[in-house]
């Protein structure tokens, strides 16, 4: 649908479109939404599965029409980045291991600064294939330009849309904290109100999510604060024009960008795992933090904590032991992710491990 012709025939006769295909791949799909009606009589009439291929640059399951047209006819796949155990060529499952009781072993050891060439490179393909940190950043602005003048009208008919480069900044600055819409918006001029619509629209738009908190009792999640957390470290880097000389002079900023990294490749393991998973985050209000929780439909755990540097000692662990000792037999295990390549246990099921494991291989 970014042919002109196409989508001219989409729009003007979307019954006579879609009755001249037997099979058929559409791509960018919300921009034709009077589509979705004409399919859906389609599928009806010929129940045949796979007939129909939808792509989109936005959550379709989102768009008022689809939902309505069809649900319970179609199946959702979400496409996140490249997982650094895809361009690894490795199949393990961290999150099942890990509830397993195991880690991955070390198949690529990647510490110092060849992690964080990982971690500023992020994952699309479009970025990862450019040898260069300028021309990631160059293709990630325009990337980014495009689905701020272009996707977001076609999922929100929003035209005023002046604002939203400056609020995608503010959220990028604020990358694994809690949502304050009221602040949020106000760096731009934005209510409360407003800012938590557009901070929707870019959840749409995959481009980030909220994370819920975790709590012993499920039902008080809802009155927690959520945490922002982008998908994908190389669209931040960009957002924040991160540099690698930057991080080898001063780290502050990349401890936000290590987090964003480890969050998105276990989302993205969450995709391919046997079981199902829901990726949280605990804080307390004396402050004591982990900075993701994992949980099984069982509601069993496993913590994850990042640190940015090379070294560990008992305070980096503070967390961990803190949500081990409040879920208690539902604990499976906690794990400190570091940049280092020595997988050490550090008593009580809590293990100090490389960041690196993410993309390894079984034991």
Sequence with gaps: MDDE?????????????????????????????????AIKKSVDEDRRPGRFLLTG?????????????????????????????????????????????????LS??????????????GGYPEAVSRPTPRRRAAWAKQYMDAIIQRDVRDISGIEKIDQLPGFLNALAQTAGQMCNYAQLGGQVRLDAKTAASYLGIFEQMYLLQRVEVWARNRLSRVVKSSKLQFLDSGLLTALLELSTEEVEKNRTRFGNVLETFVFSELLKHTTTADSTYKLLYYRDVDKVEVDVVI?????????VEVKASATVNQ??????KKLAKLSGDQFKIGVLLYDGKETLPMGNNIWAAPISTLWGKAR
């Design 5 to 37: 012709l196409a989508l001219l025939s989409a729009k003007e006769d979307p019954t006579g479109f879609i009755r001249s295909i037997d099979c058929v791949v559409i791509d960018e799909i919300q921009r034709a939404p009077k589509l979705l009606l």
């Design 57 to 105: 640059s936005a959550n379709l399951m989102a768009l008022p029409t689809m939902a309505d047209s069809l649900a319970g006819r179609m199946e959702t796949l979400h496409l996140l980045p490249l997982s650094q155990s895809e361009m690894a060529l490795q199949s393990a499952n961290w999150i099942d291991s890990a509830f397993a009781g195991r880690i991955l072993q």
């Design 108 to 121: 690529e050891a990647s510490e110092g600064s060849d992690l964080v060439q990982r971690v500023l490179r």
């Design 295 to 303: 949980e099984n439909s069982a509601g069993q755990l496993v913590g």
């Design 315 to 320: 305070h980096d662990l503070k967390g961990l």
